[in-house]
C-alpha cells in the first residue's frame, strides 16, 4: 500500500496477461513522468554561486521596493470539496497586509487579517502577513539565501533558520519560479509564473494542511505612495 498522496512510481506489477503488460507499460510512462517533475542539482560552482547571489539579492530589491498599496488579483481557492472563485483585494499598509476574498457579484467568501486567512465554509489558513507579503513578491525572507546546487540556468537557494525553505531561482531571468517552506503550520508551496512587474503575474499557493489551494492572476496594482 503505498502512503497517501505518493506517486504511484515503481509499482511491482505483474505479467501473466495483456491486461498486466498494458499496466506495466503505464507505469513505465508514469516513472518517466515522475522522473521528468523531479529536477534534480548538482554543486554549484563558485562563479555560479557568486552570480546567483548577486542576482537573488537585486530581485529581493526591486521586489521589496513596495510601499503602501492597492492590489487586485482574479482569484480561485479549493480547500477540500470547497470551490470558489471571484476577486482578491489586497491592501498593504507599512507591515500590515489585510485582503478580501469575494465572489463574481461582490459578496464576500473570506477576509485575511492578522495572519489569517478566514472564511465560514473554510478552515483558518495561518500565514503571518510578512511571509503573504513575500510571496506575494515572489520572494524569501529570513537569513541570508545559500546555494544549494545548480542545473543548467537554474540554482537551488536554501534558507536555514526555525522555518527551513528553498527555491528554484532561475538565473537568465533572475526570477524565483517556486518556493517550499516548512512551516509549524504545515508545508507551503508557491509557484511563480507569467511576467514580473516587478512582483509576478501568476502565483499559485498551496497550504499542504489544510489541502487549500489559491490560485492568483494580477489584475492591477494602485501605488499609494
Known amino acids: 500500500m503505498r502512503?497517501?498522496?505518493?506517486?504511484?512510481?515503481?509499482?511491482a506489477v505483474g505479467l501473466g496477461s495483456r491486461r498486466?503488460?498494458?499496466?506495466?507499460?503505464?507505469?513505465?510512462?508514469l516513472g518517466t513522468a515522475c522522473a521528468?517533475?523531479?529536477?534534480?542539482?548538482?554543486?554549484?560552482?563558485?562563479?555560479?554561486?557568486?552570480?546567483a547571489l548577486r542576482e537573488w539579492e537585486?530581485?529581493?530589491?526591486?521586489?521589496?521596493?513596495?510601499?503602501?498599496?492597492?492590489?487586485?488579483?482574479?482569484?480561485?481557492m479549493t480547500q477540500g470539496l470547497f470551490r470558489a472563485a471571484g476577486?482578491?483585494?489586497?491592501?498593504?499598509?507599512?507591515?500590515?497586509?489585510?485582503?478580501?476574498?469575494?465572489?463574481?457579484?461582490?459578496?464576500?467568501i473570506a477576509t485575511y487579517s492578522d495572519g489569517?486567512?478566514?472564511?465560514?465554509?473554510?478552515s483558518p489558513v495561518r500565514?503571518?502577513?510578512?511571509e503573504l507579503r513575500a510571496v506575494l513578491a515572489g520572494i524569501w525572507i529570513g537569513p541570508p539565501a545559500e546555494i544549494a546546487g545548480e542545473n543548467g540556468s537554474e540554482v537551488l537557494l536554501r534558507w536555514s533558520g526555525a522555518f527551513p525553505a528553498e527555491g528554484v531561482f532561475n538565473l537568465d531571468r533572475a526570477e524565483l519560479g517556486m518556493l517550499r517552506v516548512q512551516r509549524a503550520e504545515g508545508q507551503?508551496?508557491?509557484?511563480?509564473?507569467?511576467?514580473?512587474?516587478?512582483?509576478?503575474?501568476?502565483?499559485?499557493?498551496?497550504?499542504?494542511?489544510?489541502?487549500?489551494?489559491?490560485?492568483?492572476k494580477l489584475l492591477s496594482r494602485e501605488v499609494l505612495r
Open 116 to 122: 489569517e486567512l478566514r472564511g465560514e465554509k473554510i
Open 87 to 108: 476577486t482578491l483585494a489586497v491592501r498593504l499598509r507599512g507591515e500590515r497586509v489585510e485582503g478580501t476574498l469575494a465572489g463574481p457579484f461582490g459578496s464576500p
Open 188 to 216: 507551503l508551496e508557491a509557484r511563480f509564473s507569467g511576467r514580473r512587474d516587478p512582483w509576478p503575474d501568476r502565483i499559485e499557493i498551496e497550504e499542504k494542511r489544510t489541502g487549500s489551494t489559491l490560485k492568483l
Open 58 to 76: 537585486r530581485a529581493t530589491a526591486r521586489a521589496g521596493q513596495a510601499g503602501d498599496e492597492n492590489i487586485l488579483y482574479d482569484a480561485a
Open 3 to 11: 502512503a497517501p498522496g505518493a506517486f504511484p512510481c515503481g509499482r
Open 20 to 29: 498486466s503488460l498494458a499496466r506495466l507499460l503505464a507505469v513505465v510512462l
Open 127 to 130: 500565514l503571518p502577513a510578512e
Open 36 to 51: 521528468s517533475r523531479a529536477l534534480r542539482f548538482g554543486p554549484a560552482s563558485a562563479e555560479t554561486s557568486v552570480a
